[in-house]
């Protein structure tokens, strides 16, 4: 079960939470949501240990939200706490 929260309910959240970009480093160099750091999926997939803390909360995004919900089942099968953004950063961009 993928829990997910909205762009708009995220933004209110501020700069505390740890959000991560999956999409290509390109794409991120592009634009991005401000405060969220970019791990690329493939490498979230082959070595999760190196970057995620089980005790933390990662709120996940990729272009539309379909790659972050499928990578939020995943880490969360794995014992992650993985929170798929919505629309991803389309919504974002929509709500900016």
Known sequence: MVTN????????????????????????????????????SNLLISNPNKYLDRNKKYYIYCQKGIRSYKMCLFLNSLGYKAVNVLGGYESWILEK
């Open 5 to 40: 929260i909205s762009v708009t309910d995220l933004l209110k959240m501020g700069d505390k939470v740890h959000v991560i970009d999956i999409r290509t480093p390109i794409s991120y160099n592009n634009n991005h949501i401000p405060n969220s750091k970019n791990i690329e």
